[in-house]
């Protein structure tokens, strides 16, 4: 007997938050505008896809700024 909460989707195709289009469940980019899409919610929408290069260059940009902060500030 299974416990039955293990959570299995019965989709076959996932809504692309930017065009309200439906793709494969499967598919990392939307054929309909080309954004990239995540993985399947149980809302059957698609998740928006992380933008990794987005955050690299957010962090990159911290960092420049606390490394700023300590030149100009707190070097003596
Ligand atoms: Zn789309």
């Known amino acids: ?3 039955g909460d293990e959570k299995k989707y019965e989709y ?3 809504k692309c938050q930017e065009c ?3 793709i494969p469940v ?3 980019v939307c054929p309909g505008c080309k954004k990239r899409v995540g993985t399947i919610m149980e809302s059957g ?3 928006k896809a992380i933008d990794w290069k ?3 260059l957010m962090i990159v940009s911290w960092a420049a700024l606390a490394v700023y902060i ?3 500030f707190l070097r003596e």
Do not use: E
């Open 1 to 3: 007997m299974g416990t």
């Open 54 to 56: 987005a955050y690299a």
């Open 20 to 22: 309200m289009t439906y």
């Open 70 to 72: 300590w030149w100009a």
């Open 12 to 14: 076959h195709a996932k």
């Open 45 to 47: 929408m698609a998740r």
């Open 26 to 28: 499967d598919a990392d």
